[in-house]
């Protein structure tokens, strides 16, 4: 018997390259067909054979508040009833840069685009009209979207294809990118020591989420804000993962680092395409049209998604969410790592805010290396177990896992009894 799953899969294939719009998406990584998705909500997805879910993928990120929250749905069907785009100013884009600029504490002004790509494109750009120089320093296996600047070394997708460093993308470009190993203070002192005029800016996820979950060590965030004061670099913070979900000022609250530049995605659109550069007002008045810095989106802004990042924003920004969510994230990695010891599996898993990280692997990597080290058979295996009994993990190895607000201790216990079976199996 063939399933929905499979024909759809079949019939992708014959349009789309690998059948799908994004390239983790094929699950290539971990073997098998991906389930197509028919509907979500809460913590649950439903696939073309109406199987459900646990969703530990939420879209990559955005779904913090959980699916289909009732307000977020009802904000964009009135923002839709009113209008789809306009390509003119609105009244909401405002009350999002107002709110913005409230909860991430760095930020004084900000730019909305449509995607998180977009975003760190502008933040360098930026950068490198603010300072006048060209050379950007960014960390092994740290993915900020897939402009060609910075696709050298990547993480995510492309650190799952083998191919951190896309094709396609000129020598002359990737060279004026310098790349270090994140959670490297020293490797950074030494290349500022030799070529600190020459750098425009470091960008760096604050907690890396793409080539698995990787925290900062202590130091390592407070010596790239130092070493960057020091030598007229921007200091860059890509949020679009980590904003809203490692604290609800970001990591750079949770951390107490104040950026230069941030850029943020995912979560702010709540599900639709919204992100956002921002940052020290005196660098983002360098952008068009208040000054030489040209960015520019058709639908950058746009009412119907603006509604959605909004009422999701508001809902984040409530009482005890933040703390509701991370404790949930908390029992599920301890859960996991119980069930992991309790069938002799070596493995490893933590979690910051609502971000977490599982690993075949005795303790939690703090480097690219490590994360190398992690046993990526034994992954796809646990994977697959696992979105057997119904419970969706990103489906790679390189890949955090994202809680929401819906995921409660109900989904958790599913979770580790399905995991309990799984880790004896794998
Ligand atoms: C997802 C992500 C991006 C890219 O955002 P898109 O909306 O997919 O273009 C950039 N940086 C980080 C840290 C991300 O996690």
Same mark, same amino acid.
């Given at each position: 018997?063939?399933?929905?799953?499979?024909?759809?899969?079949?019939?992708?294939?014959?349009?789309?390259?690998?059948?799908?719009?994004?390239?983790?998406? @094929?699950?290539?990584?971990?073997?098998?067909?991906?389930?197509?998705?028919?509907?979500?909500?809460?913590?649950?997805?439903?696939?073309?054979?109406?199987?459900?879910?646990?969703?530990?993928?939420?879209?990559?990120?955005?779904?913090?508040?959980?699916? =289909?929250?009732?307000?977020?749905?009802?904000?964009?069907?009135?923002?839709?009833?009113?209008?789809?785009?306009?390509?003119?100013?609105?009244?909401?884009?405002?009350?999002?840069?107002?709110?913005?600029?409230?909860?991430?504490?760095?930020?004084?002004?900000?730019?909305?685009?449509?995607?998180?790509?977009?975003?760190?494109?502008?933040?360098?750009?930026? #950068?490198?009209?603010? =300072?006048?120089?060209?050379?950007?320093?960014?960390?092994?296996?740290?993915?900020?979207?897939?402009?060609?600047?910075?696709?050298?070394?990547?993480?995510?997708?492309?650190?799952?294809?083998?191919?951190?460093?896309?094709?396609?993308?000129?020598?002359?470009? %990737?060279?004026?990118?310098?790349?270090?190993?994140?959670?490297?203070? @020293?490797?950074?002192?030494?290349?500022? #020591?030799?070529?600190?005029?020459?750098?425009?800016?470091?960008?760096?996820?604050?907690?890396?989420?793409?080539?698995?979950?990787?925290?900062?060590?202590?130091?390592?965030?407070? %010596?790239?804000?130092?070493?960057?004061?020091?030598?007229?670099?921007?200091?860059?913070?890509?949020?679009?993962?980590?904003?809203?979900?490692?604290?609800?000022?970001?990591?750079?609250?949770?951390? +107490?680092?104040?950026?230069?530049? =941030?850029?943020?995605?995912?979560?702010?659109?709540?599900?639709?395409?919204?992100?956002?550069?921002?940052?020290?007002?005196?660098?983002?008045?360098?952008?068009?049209?208040?000054?030489?810095?040209?960015?520019?989106?058709?639908?950058?802004?746009?009412?119907?998604?603006?509604? %959605? +990042?909004?009422?999701?924003?508001?809902?984040?920004?409530?009482?005890?969410?933040?703390?509701?969510?991370?404790? =949930?994230?908390?029992?599920?990695?301890?859960?996991?790592? %119980?069930?992991?010891?309790?069938?002799?599996?070596?493995?490893?898993?933590?979690?910051?805010?609502?971000?977490? +990280?599982?690993?075949?692997?005795?303790?939690?990597?703090?480097?690219?290396?490590?994360?190398?080290?992690?046993?990526?058979?034994?992954?796809?295996?646990?994977?697959?177990?696992?979105?057997?009994?119904?419970?969706?993990?990103?489906?790679?190895?390189?890949?955090?896992?994202?809680?929401?607000?819906?995921?409660?201790?109900?989904?958790?216990?599913?979770?580790?009894?399905?995991?309990?079976?799984?880790?004896?199996?794998?």
């Amino acid at each position: 018997m063939t399933s929905r799953n499979e024909e759809l899969f079949q019939r992708a294939q014959r349009h789309i390259p690998a059948g799908v719009n994004s390239p983790v998406r @094929a699950f290539r990584a971990v073997g098998g067909t991906p389930p197509f998705c028919e509907r979500a909500s809460g913590a649950h997805l439903w696939d073309a054979d109406g199987k459900r879910y646990i969703d530990y993928l939420g879209s990559w990120g955005p779904m913090l508040a959980g699916h =289909t929250h009732p307000a977020v749905v009802e904000a964009v069907q009135a923002a839709a009833a009113r209008a789809l785009s306009f390509g003119a100013p609105t009244e909401a884009e405002v009350e999002m840069a107002e709110l913005l600029c409230r909860l991430v504490p760095s930020l004084e002004m900000v730019r909305l685009v449509s995607s998180g790509t977009e975003a760190t494109m502008t933040a360098l750009r930026l #950068a490198r009209g603010h =300072t006048g120089r060209s050379v950007v320093v960014k960390f092994e296996g740290c993915y900020h979207g897939h402009a060609d600047a910075l696709l050298v070394k990547a993480g995510s997708g492309a650190l799952t294809f083998g191919n951190p460093s896309s094709a396609g993308v000129p020598a002359e470009t %990737a060279a004026h990118t310098l790349v270090l190993d994140y959670n490297d203070a @020293a490797g950074a002192r030494a290349l500022f #020591a030799q070529r600190g005029a020459e750098i425009a800016g470091v960008i760096v996820e604050p907690v890396a989420g793409n080539m698995n979950l990787v925290l900062p060590v202590p130091g390592f965030l407070e %010596a790239l804000r130092e070493l960057c004061t020091r030598h007229g670099a921007v200091l860059i913070l890509d949020e679009v993962m980590t904003g809203f979900r490692v604290a609800l000022g970001g990591a750079q609250a949770r951390f +107490g680092i104040r950026p230069d530049l =941030t850029t943020l995605g995912k979560v702010i659109g709540g599900g639709l395409p919204v992100a956002a550069v921002g940052g020290r007002r005196e660098i983002m008045q360098k952008i068009a049209p208040l000054g030489p810095v040209y960015q520019a989106g058709t639908l950058s802004g746009n009412p119907v998604a603006v509604a %959605a +990042g909004l009422a999701t924003l508001k809902l984040v920004d409530t009482p005890g969410f933040q703390e509701r969510v991370e404790a =949930t994230t908390r029992s599920l990695v301890e859960g996991l790592a %119980a069930e992991a010891k309790g069938a002799g599996v070596t493995f490893s898993a933590q979690s910051i805010g609502s971000m977490f +990280g599982v690993y075949f692997r005795a303790t939690p990597p703090k480097s690219f290396a490590e994360v190398m080290q992690c046993d990526r058979e034994r992954f796809s295996r646990f994977f697959h177990e696992m979105l057997a009994r119904g419970v969706y993990l990103a489906p790679s190895a390189y890949e955090a896992g994202f809680v929401s607000a819906a995921h409660g201790a109900r989904e958790v216990e599913e979770t580790l009894a399905a995991a309990r079976e799984a880790f004896r199996r794998v």
